[in-house]
């Protein structure tokens, strides 16, 4: 394959993960022979390229609501985000928490 034909090959799958609403270990999964490993390096080798990288979609995430407690009363939140849990405490960082829930949504 040439390397023309390979940043071909790339650009579809590419486009294609970025319209499947899925995360990277989702569509790796469902897509045989490529590994999240390498859809990130491609994604960071054309992150600004034109026609590839075009607006980022959004995805929501589902919420479960299981009891009602009030943070400011001193207790915790727990946030699941794929098997992940996160326990959030008054006080905390809003920026540090979106980072850290990207972060789990991207390899979760």
Not at 19 to 44: D, F, I, K, M, N
Not at 71 to 100: C, K, M, W, Y
Request: contains cysteine; glycine residues 6%.
């Amino acid at each position: 394959m040439t390397k023309a034909e390979l940043q071909a090959l790339w650009a579809t799958r590419i486009a294609e993960y970025q319209t499947s609403g899925q995360s990277v270990r989702e569509w790796c999964a469902s897509h045989e022979g490529v590994s999240p490993r390498q859809l990130w390096y491609w994604l960071r080798k054309y992150k600004n390229r034109d026609g590839i990288a075009r607006g980022k979609t959004n995805r929501w995430l589902p919420v479960e609501i299981t009891e009602q407690t009030s943070i400011e009363q001193g207790h915790t939140l727990l946030v699941n985000v794929g098997t992940a849990s996160i326990e959030v405490r008054p006080g905390f960082d809003p920026a540090l928490l979106a980072q850290v829930v990207r972060v789990l949504v991207a390899i979760c």
